[in-house]
């Protein structure tokens, strides 16, 4: 007699059927796994920054935007996860043929894009962690961070190699490996936390009341900025200032939470485990568990971490002169150098350009310091004397290494597959490792590359780009949940096609909206990108009425 452990996937599938909801919960969560890769690229740079600069700028008061982002990311992520298994068909073929070549294409080379760029920062992340958190005395000479680059590639590499193998049981040891790594990322926050708490440093009840949806708080600062504003030289422009940087900082948090390149991983994962049409349900419950729920404690506990430490404070900003410390002074000098352009204060700008402070108002001063941006490695410093230099240096900086190792490994192996279909070479091995080559040597660049600055806000510009591509491809699955000739007898009806388009439209409307507030802002290049999305809408739909006319 077969045990448990030694059945097939299919007779665990039948044992769940007949399951109570904790029996078919313990047998699910077994069989979980393309959902845990998504939680693995999600829990990277992007997610650390946001997450971060949400609690700098607002504090706890928009603790409830990422888990909004993930949940809107979730209802698309299910979309995709339903068409893919209700036809078996990989994606990008089944777009071309069936909606627009031209929507295909773009969603490819977005997300070709997102993988290059998106890994650059991360083995920036990386390299901090290494050289800042965990081993300060290795330096962060030119020597010691390429030789951690090359670790990093290799290593990354390697666990892609056990993906490609012949055997199922290297997927099975490349998920178990990222189900690691995503756990340990997890547990690593949440012990910081726990040790704020038990130090008496947190207000749970601000915590929780963050939790609920405040809108209003997307257009006007955080009310701790009231008062500094209010007594500034220019309470217009720090309000403009204040408002235009969370801007900035909500989309990155929207466009790391589902990336456009994620949308192209999930259904090829899905695949790739073999699944069909009974494993929907397993699917969307493997995202809840692998996606969302470590998300939103591993993004939660950064916001927190934050929040307690940075927002409205700027006790690790000045010396004992009351200027900045040095690592500060750069970004310090560009928030004043901006007021002083709208506000000119008589010689506060010396001839060779830096800035007399004495000159400036104590609330401009002040609000300077509190805008500024800060990385993993000052959170962790700003934390040891709470939580110690274990807690805070060691554990801290291990969660945030597990985040970029995690991401690199991910987004080398979603350049592997999107370069199979890129080369029309579907499963070959070698273009598959061309494609992990070309974002793993991109990426190892990076800290060469991007120097300056907080090394995690990296992150930010990766995300703008990821935030502003992502309605590419919610739209298009949108229109293919829609489409018979997609779907077949597979296509939603009734009142199930009622919730799925509420939730779907929904997602998109969110994404879309999102991503017009942030191109809207970038001048010139972002018209033109608001005029390519805009076109793009229209090319989906012109295809979708086509093709379902041409069927009818």
Not at 19 to 29: D, H, M
Not at 235 to 254: G, L, M, Y
Not at 258 to 285: C, D, H, Q
Not at 508 to 528: E, H, M, P, Q, Y
Request: charged letters at 15%.
């Amino acid at each position: 007699m077969k045990t448990q452990s030694s059945k097939t996937e299919a007779e665990l599938l039948d044992i769940a059927e007949t399951k109570g909801p904790l029996g078919k919960v313990a047998i699910y969560t077994r069989l979980s796994g393309p959902g845990w890769l998504q939680g693995a690229i999600t829990l990277g740079g992007g997610s650390l920054a946001g997450a971060l600069y949400l609690g700098v700028i607002a504090g706890f008061s928009l603790m409830w935007l990422q888990p909004l982002a993930m949940i809107c990311g979730i209802i698309m992520l299910a979309a995709i996860a339903y068409v893919t298994l209700s036809t078996g068909e990989r994606p990008f073929g089944l777009i071309n043929r069936q909606l627009s070549p031209v929507l295909g294409w773009a969603w490819l080379i977005a997300t070709v894009m997102a993988n290059i760029v998106w890994c650059m920062p991360q083995f920036n992340l990386a390299r901090a962690a290494l050289q800042q958190n965990l081993f300060p005395s290795i330096g962060d000479s030119h020597l010691s961070t390429g030789i951690i680059c090359v670790i990093l590639f290799v290593v990354a590499f390697a666990i892609n190699v056990l993906y490609e193998s012949e055997s199922g049981k290297g997927v099975k040891i490349f998920d178990r490996i990222i189900k690691v790594l995503v756990g340990l990322i997890v547990l690593s926050f949440f012990a910081v936390i726990i040790t704020l708490t038990t130090s008496g440093t947190l207000d749970w009840g601000a915590i929780f009341k963050g939790l609920i949806p405040a809108p209003s708080l997307l257009f006007s600062p955080s009310a701790d900025f009231k008062d500094l504003i209010a007594a500034s030289s220019n309470p217009e422009w720090w309000t403009q200032k204040i408002v235009s940087d969370q801007r900035d900082i909500i989309i990155t948090a929207f466009g790391t939470a589902v990336g456009i390149n994620m949308t192209w991983l999930l259904p090829y994962s899905l695949l790739k485990k073999k699944w069909a049409k009974r494993e929907r349900g397993l699917a969307i419950f493997d995202l809840s568990l692998g996606l969302f729920i470590p998300f939103f404690l591993a993004t939660s506990c950064v916001v927190i971490a934050a929040a307690s430490q940075f927002h409205a404070s700027t006790k690790d900003v000045f010396d004992d002169k009351g200027g900045p410390i040095p690592q500060f002074v750069g970004d310090y000098d560009k928030n004043l150098s901006g007021l002083l352009e709208k506000t000119p204060v008589a010689g506060a700008i010396r001839e060779d350009k830096s800035i007399d402070y004495s000159l400036i108002s104590e609330p401009d001063r002040k609000l300077a310091g509190m805008l500024l941006k800060r990385d993993n490695f000052q959170l962790a410093t700003t934390l040891e004397p709470l939580a110690g230099p274990v807690i805070s240096q060691k554990i801290f900086g291990f969660g945030v290494l597990g985040m970029a190792v995690s991401t690199i490994i991910i987004l080398m192996l979603m350049n592997g597959l999107a370069f199979q279909e890129l080369f029309g070479k579907p499963g070959n091995k070698a273009v598959h490792f061309f494609g992990c080559t070309v974002s793993g040597v991109a990426g190892a660049a990076g800290p060469f590359i991007w120097t300056g600055g907080a090394a995690a806000a990296l992150a930010v510009p990766t995300s703008v780009i990821g935030g502003s591509l992502i309605p590419i491809a919610y739209f298009t699955f949108l229109l293919m949940m829609n489409s018979k000739k997609v779907l077949g007898d597979a296509k939603p009806t009734g009142v199930s096609a009622v919730i799925w388009n509420i939730l779907m439209i929904f997602a998109t409307s969110i994404a879309t909206f999102g991503s017009v507030w942030i191109l809207s802002g970038k001048g010139t290049l972002g018209i033109i990108g608001i005029v390519i999305l805009a076109a793009l809408f229209v090319i989906g739909t012109i295809g979708f009425f086509s093709k379902s006319k041409a069927t009818a």
